[in-house]
């Protein structure tokens, strides 16, 4: 799924040695369906070639004070009203201080001055520089402007060889931050507790009872929130995925960590999103030392785990909440039974034994099912379908207050 359609991207690169990194992200926002326009300051062009930026973005690079490479006309006033969002990356210590003053003595500069859009602010440099007042101050200055918004620096290890804050922030990260300052908007200040992937209930030490939950909805559905404006905290089983950027997250291996996570945050949540694949029953008692082969086949009892659901139901204080039902066969009877037996909002019901929509496919195949009735998706990749289920939430939301 593209989010950045047809939107046009100033791609401002500074002269920092993060600036080759730049390329990377030059790729990611045409990918994700961005006209993309590269400005270099002069110091940039003697690290990273203009003819790189136009192979990766299909248009001649910008470069120096006045623009070279770009069409004619003004291009520091033609790009600042046509920019879509401009991102800075790397924006070096100079090149903060000069954006903080408002100078406009390079092109990427000048489009920054004559812009109006959002900016993103991808700051790289030693970490002293980072570190030193006026830097911080300056960068303090631009984001208190509500256009500009701060990704990074990550720590880790510098070109200069120190270590520390000062790297640029990685090229998926940045372009999270993109698409949320041109996301709707419409959770804005809401805050959504989601809930990830399957549990695991321990046998003995080494063995556990698990599903085959791979996490990839619940995911989808926390980065989606989060690119659509709202505050989220993402309680999560163990998966093998990258944790989304700007979610706060939460790790957790059994049922009972799980309810005591989601319970424990529910009052300060506008909404759950219970997308995890929580165990049903756990072994009554795990064993405390590895059970041998040899010492025959055990018998292991096992009980119920805490309904989360129905606890929530109990207790959520007007928070609105989606739970899902994943079913062999027609999932709509039990996706009905859920919805009234725990007093949901939504239910997303699916049928795992589908070759498109089971366990650790990149697509599902949903029905969203609420008090008005069920609505039966097609066959849609997982991002999607976070989309759909959201589009549903920010709704409940408006109408609950």
């Known amino acids: 799924m593209t989010y950045l359609e047809d939107k046009l991207i100033v791609l401002g690169v500074s002269g920092g040695i993060s600036a080759y990194r730049s ?76 954006l903080a003053c408002g100078m406009a003595d390079n092109l990427l500069c000048a489009v920054v001055l004559a812009s109006e859009c959002p900016v993103i602010l991808a700051p790289a440099m030693n970490t002293r520089m980072w570190r030193n007042h006026a830097t911080r101050e300056n960068t ?59 549990t695991r209930e321990p046998l003995d030490p080494v063995r556990y009872l698990s599903n085959r939950s791979s996490g990839k909805t619940g995911y989808a559905l926390a980065a989606a929130a989060w690119r659509r404006g709202a505050e989220v905290t993402l309680v999560t089983g163990p998966v093998g995925l990258a944790p989304p950027a700007g979610v706060r997250v939460v790790a957790v291996e059994t049922a009972a960590q799980m309810a005591a996570a989601v319970t424990g945050r529910l009052e300060a949540s506008d909404a759950l999103v219970m997308a995890a694949a929580v165990a049903d029953f756990r072994p009554k008692r795990a064993a405390k030392a590895k059970i041998k082969k040899a010492e025959g086949t055990p ?28 079913e062999t066969g027609d999932p709509l009877p039990a996706a009905r039974d859920k919805l009234a037996r725990k007093k ?6 699916n049928d795992v034994s589908r070759p498109d929509a089971g ?37 409940l939301l408006s109408s609950s207050g």
Not at 37 to 54: D, I, M, R, S, Y
Not at 163 to 190: F, K, N, Q, S, T
Not at 344 to 349: E, M, P, T
Not at 367 to 383: H, Y
């Open 140 to 198: 303090a200055r631009l984001v208190k402007r509500k256009r500009f918004v701060q990704v990074g620096p990550a720590s880790g290890s510098l070109a200069c060889g120190e270590d520390g804050p000062g790297r640029m922030e990685e090229p998926p990260v940045i372009l999270a931050a993109l698409r949320r300052a041109l996301g709707p908007g419409d959770l804005a200040g809401r805050r959504l507790l989601v809930t990830a992937g399957p």
């Open 344 to 349: 949901l909002d939504l239910v997303v019901a």
């Open 23 to 98: 390329c990377e992200l030059a790729r990611l926002l045409a990918a994700d369906g961005a006209r993309v326009q590269a400005v270099l300051t002069e110091a940039a062009c003697e690290l990273v070639g203009p003819l790189t930026f136009q192979a990766l973005t299909g248009r001649p690079a910008a470069c120096g004070r006045a623009g070279a490479g770009a069409a004619g006309g003004m291009p520091h006033i033609d790009l600042g009203r046509e920019a879509d969002a401009v991102v800075v990356a790397p924006a070096t210590a100079n090149t903060l201080a000069r």
């Open 359 to 395: 366990f650790d496919r990149d697509t599902n195949k949903v029905i969203l099912v609420d008090a008005r009735g069920a609505e039966e998706l097609d066959t849609l990749p997982k991002d999607q379908v976070a989309e759909r289920i959201l589009d549903r939430l920010a709704g």
């Open 299 to 326: 018998a292991v009892e096992l009980v119920a785990t805490r309904d989360i659901l129905a606890a929530v139901a109990r207790k959520r204080h007007g928070c609105v909440v989606v739970g899902f039902a994943a």
